[in-house]
């Protein structure tokens, strides 16, 4: 079993930074990709960014310049910085790892952005 847990989320004003940690834990041989999406309010699971174990990444055109996505292979760790956060950011950050053949979810952590 893997656990993945996230942790950074809170309350920043418009302008403001925020980062996003997830450790994932457990019967882990390999984490393929790690990442992060967002859900908001009465909208659908979008993804903001993803690495893999070989560190290319990617992230969504609506966070790019602002968010940088990083990564512990080692510690089987993923970090989100989110830097000039607006108002649209609010939402709930689920961090996923890939443990093929399954994709493990976090709880999710709640960022807010106040404007």
């Known amino acids: 079993q893997v656990q993945v847990v996230e942790s950074g989320g809170g309350l920043v004003q418009a302008g403001g930074s925020l980062r996003l940690s997830c450790a994932a834990s457990g019967s882990i041989s390999r984490i393929d990709v790690m990442g992060w999406y967002r859900q908001a309010p009465g909208k659908q699971r979008d993804l903001v960014a993803r690495i893999t174990s070989g560190g290319t990444t990617a992230h969504a055109e609506s966070v790019k310049g602002r968010f940088t996505i990083s990564r512990d292979n080692a510690k089987n760790t993923v970090s989100l910085q989110m830097n000039s956060l607006k108002p649209e950011d609010t939402a709930v950050y689920f961090c996923?790892?890939?443990?093929?053949?399954?994709?493990?979810w976090g709880q999710g952590t709640q960022v807010t952005v106040s404007s």
């Open positions: 996923y790892a890939d443990v093929r053949p399954q994709t493990y």
